[in-house]
């Protein structure tokens, strides 16, 4: 791990780190989670093993704290080309996924209803207070599309950049888009698997592409242009 007075070399092996630990944190809270394969009613899968619950919904909620900082990390390689592009995705991907995560403090409603209550009245009453005026909008509508369309317009623009191949963006999509045709069941390991693909190359690509070329993505001065370092230079 670089020295965090070391500029380059610390925001390339955080933002490759990143990459990495945030579709394993979501992979991980897929396998684990009591809804992954229980009852599809989460008030009764969840009440059947609250300890799951409680994990599964940590590890979902640090997946997606993590990806908007590698997101903001990864747009380093995008300072020279498709840069509106992926300007816009990372706003979307990182007002998207801040806004998932903190849906995921309904999970442990849903546990404790179940645990208390019958399904059918649990069911009613989670219903009953996130179907409020202020959650659907203040957290759900239409924040939490906007994670996965960012993340499909970021690939779109390191494609466009020449930072990766065409068949990242198309596993990319594949994988973001099966949560809003695909029940959440075992079928979802092709959502977390699918993200692991994709951001884990990312990660790994940033990891072994060494300082200098990080580097080499940072705006080249124009003649008689002042920077920050030539003036430093000049005054020191």
């Not at 799951?52 to 990390?73: E, K, M, R, T």
């Not at 069911?123 to 509508?141: A, E, R, S």
Request: glycine residues 10%; aromatic residues 14%; proline residues 6%.
């Amino acid at each position: 791990m670089p020295k965090l007075s070391d500029s380059v070399g610390f925001r390339r092996w955080l933002t490759g780190a990143a990459l990495i630990v945030s579709p394993v944190f979501q992979l991980t809270a897929t396998l684990v989670d009591p809804g992954t394969w229980g009852d599809d009613r989460e008030v009764v899968s969840y009440g059947d093993n609250p300890a799951l619950a409680q994990l599964q919904s940590a590890l979902y909620h640090w997946s997606w704290i993590i990806l908007p900082l590698a997101v903001v990390g990864l747009l380093h390689v995008l300072r020279k080309r498709a840069v509106v592009l992926g300007h816009i995705a990372g706003i979307l991907t990182t007002l998207g996924f801040i806004s998932i995560s903190a849906l995921l403090m309904g999970d442990p409603v849903e546990w404790y209803f179940g645990q208390h209550y019958a399904p059918d009245e649990a069911t009613k009453m989670f219903d009953q207070v996130f179907d409020l005026p202020g959650v659907i909008f203040g957290f759900q509508m239409p924040w939490v599309f906007l994670g996965p369309v960012g993340l499909v317009l970021l690939m779109v623009a390191l494609w466009r950049g020449g930072f990766m191949h065409w068949w990242v963006l198309v596993v990319g999509v594949v994988a973001w888009a099966s949560p809003y045709v695909l029940d959440y069941g075992p079928l979802s390991l092709l959502w977390s698997g699918g993200n692991l693909v994709v951001l884990g190359y990312l990660g790994l690509k940033v990891l072994r592409m060494g300082d200098e070329r990080w580097a080499s993505y940072y705006p080249v001065s124009a003649p008689g242009r002042t920077t920050p370092d030539s003036y430093a230079n000049t005054t020191a």
